[in-house]
């Protein structure tokens, strides 16, 4: 019996080229800024137009600031990247959602947001978050610039396909515990490259208990397990979130489409390449104390001393730790924090603004922190606003900035100064990632707000 992985897939098979990869039929691509330029380059070149426009959605997010959006852009290099793709958009006939436009956000936030991401579908863009979109039923990986400008000249894309894998979590969470810290357990138990040439379905009864906002976040951090992406089947969940959005189907082609969705599932004999099981109970709040996402530790333990590290691995992992200025067998709480960020297309969603909301609410941002608070797109920051969040927010001392993917990477005004420690909601911590010599301690929304009021890595479970 086929797994869900393999159904998705061999409905979008156009050929199999013997010896050699799939020609796959991709249903979307997402365009940003970064990825796209040489890609619309080699169209012109060759004298040729996007081959199924409507399939194709743009928008800036990387290089946006997250303040006056509505002047121009100062900086000239983030200024250059978003203009091009306003043009290439408008040449190609494609949709753009530019900045200040209701619509525009996180492409991998707007895409399941406006019922974009549906079950089902192949998605793809040159981001390798693109795992994001998994999490509505879907097989989304991302996709390097030749092979973004191969899905517009012909809504295919050769892929070689990877193996299957089945991560299965069960039982309850424990208070303050969130599926960011189920992908940072997952990560610190897997390593980085556990799951390298695996597609990953997650499964079981925790999963299945996570909101659409949660099964976001888990999906978005497949990549940093080494997989080419993670998906979760749809499920009831899944058809009450996407049901009115914009994009997804209406009326009676609802219907018809949720009778197929619910075909979307492995089978109870599907076998998989590989199989991993783990206990929800044994998660708890999670950080990073290293410079790759896999050096997690729960937030009550100790930084692994150096005699539980394989002796080809002591080098660097003294190096991670001489970078983070952390030393093996420290507590991380209690560690002064320099800034906290909440957003990205990690932790951007409502849920993620709702949960940080909950712990300020009453309190007061600690006077020495940096808070960055960046919705992952407007239709977020609205939501925000009609639900009273921004006046909590603003009453404990904190703003809310415009949308963008703002501190999680550094290409654009939001970056951590070298030195500093940054709380991140994002989705990686390695050198550099949030600034030159910044460093990053990854958590979820709640471990960021601890932080913010505190000023100290503080366990928010104390809070709760």
Not at 47 to 57: A, M
Not at 141 to 153: D, K, Q, R, Y
């Amino acid at each position: 019996m086929n797994t869900l992985f393999d159904k998705i897939w061999d409905a979008h098979v156009v050929q199999n080229v013997e010896d050699g990869p799939t020609q796959l039929y991709i249903d979307r691509l997402y365009c940003h800024e970064v990825t796209s330029p040489q890609a619309f380059e080699g169209l012109r070149a060759r004298g040729l137009q996007c081959f199924r426009p409507k399939q194709i959605f743009c928008m800036p997010d990387h290089n946006t600031p997250t303040h006056d959006q509505d002047k121009p852009i100062e900086d000239p290099v983030s200024k250059t990247q978003v203009d091009t793709l306003e043009k290439n958009a408008k040449d190609f006939g494609l949709t753009h959602f530019g900045m200040m436009h209701p619509k525009n956000g996180i492409i991998h936030v707007v895409g399941p947001e406006r019922g974009l991401s549906l079950p089902g579908m192949t998605i793809v863009c040159g981001d390798s978050h693109t795992s994001t979109h998994g999490a509505v039923g879907a097989v989304a990986f991302g996709i390097g610039t030749s092979e973004v400008e191969m899905v517009m000249a012909s809504q295919c894309i050769l892929q070689q396909k990877p193996k299957s894998m089945r991560i299965n979590v069960e039982g309850v969470l424990q208070k303050g515990v969130t599926a960011k810290d189920i992908a940072l357990y997952l990560m610190s138990e897997l390593t980085t490259s556990g799951a390298t040439g695996y597609f990953i379905e997650y499964a079981g009864s925790t999963i299945r208990a996570l909101s659409m906002e949660g099964r976001l976040t888990l999906c978005n951090l497949s990549i940093e397990m080494g997989a080419r992406g993670g998906f979760i089947a749809p499920d009831e969940t899944t058809f009450e979130y996407l049901k009115g959005r914009e994009y997804a189907p209406q009326g009676n082609d609802w219907e018809k489409a949720v009778e197929y969705w619910k075909t979307l599932k492995s089978g109870e004999d599907a076998v998989f390449d590989k199989e991993l099981n783990f206990k929800a109970e044994d998660i708890e709040p999670m950080v990073t104390y290293g410079t790759n996402p896999g050096m997690g530790i729960g937030i009550s333990q100790e930084i692994p001393g150096l005699d539980t590290i394989p002796e080809a691995g002591k080098i660097s992992y003294m190096k991670s730790l001489d970078y983070m200025g952390f030393a093996p067998q420290e507590k991380m709480l209690g560690k002064k924090v320099d800034y906290v960020f909440l957003g990205a297309c990690t932790n951007g969603r409502i849920e993620d603004f709702r949960a940080f909301a909950s712990i300020v609410k009453g309190k007061k941002k600690a006077e020495h922190v940096t808070a960055w608070l960046v919705p992952g797109s407007w239709m977020v920051d609205s939501q925000i606003r009609e639900e009273g969040l921004d006046v909590i927010l603003k009453q404990a001392g904190f703003e809310i900035r415009q949308p963008g993917c703002s501190a999680c990477l550094a290409m654009n005004d939001d970056k951590i100064p070298a030195g500093k420690l940054s709380v991140s909601t994002s989705n990686r911590n390695f050198e550099g990632r949030q600034g030159p010599g910044a460093r990053t301690v990854l958590a979820s929304p709640l471990v960021a707000a601890a932080a913010a009021i505190t000023g100290v890595i503080t366990d928010p479970r104390d809070f709760l």
